[in-house]
């Protein structure tokens, strides 16, 4: 395996399940990133985990839960989600640094997320 | 509050006729600007990464250039393959952390 890997590739669940989405690298990276993307907005950050440890949480409901036990996987836990929670979820991956440097990403293909 | 517009929303060109994507931005403390592109089903892919006003990019058909406000994505002699969605991201320095803002895209189709 190479680059940035995520699965499943699609979910479907209801609003009362529990699953996970599970990213990994193979580059040797350092900082983790959970995106989504919907239809016609930009790319909304989620969490970063930066040398395993989460440096951001940009008011991500509850119900979205990250773990990061080492450098390499990143799990996003979902429970009790919302049908306006369906998107593509995006997994990245970048050298990160002391400061939290993003610099440039290398993203996995992304889980599509349907809650019904 | 940072903001990256991303224009014109959509873009149609014929095969090998030229044309520049926008990106203008409003942040403080611009630490980078990057660029990726996007295929329908994929996660997006980095092009470039710019740094200062006046800096230039290249490779291949794709030439990135920023200035204190906005980046052009210069796409010469284009190709169908080049048919994707092109998204900017800044960097910015916000309340002593590093934060990321994307921009909504430009989907480009280059026809044959």
């Known amino acids: 395996e190479t680059g940035v890997t995520q699965t499943p590739r699609h979910l479907v669940m209801g609003m009362t399940n529990k699953k996970s989405l599970k990213c990994e690298q193979h580059?040797?990276?350092?900082?983790m990133y959970w995106y989504k993307q919907s239809a016609k907005k930009p790319l909304e950050l989620m969490f970063v985990y930066n040398f395993k440890e989460q440096t951001e949480n940009n008011s991500v409901p509850s119900r979205f839960s990250p773990e990061c036990p080492n450098s390499s996987h990143l799990f996003l836990h979902l429970h009790t989600l919302q049908p306006e929670d369906s998107a593509l979820y995006l997994c990245a991956s970048s050298q990160g640094l002391a400061g939290a440097y993003y610099n440039e990403q290398f993203f996995g293909p992304g889980t599509r997320l349907t809650v019904l | 509050e940072d903001q990256v517009t991303q224009s014109p929303e959509a873009l149609r060109l014929q095969e090998g006729e030229s044309s520049s994507l926008n990106c203008s931005y409003t942040?403080?403390?611009?630490?980078?600007l990057f660029w990726y592109r996007q295929d329908p089903g994929k996660g997006p892919e980095f092009l470039f990464t710019l740094y200062s006003a006046g800096e230039e990019k290249e490779k291949e058909r794709l030439k990135a250039t920023l200035t204190k406000k906005e980046s052009f994505l210069h796409i010469t002699a284009p190709k169908p393959e080049d048919s994707a969605t092109y998204l900017c991201a800044v960097q910015a320095n916000s309340g002593g952390y590093q934060k990321v803002t994307f921009g909504t895209g430009t989907k480009l189709q280059v026809i044959p």
């Open positions: 580059l040797g990276h350092n900082a």
């Open positions: 942040v403080s403390g611009l630490r980078g």
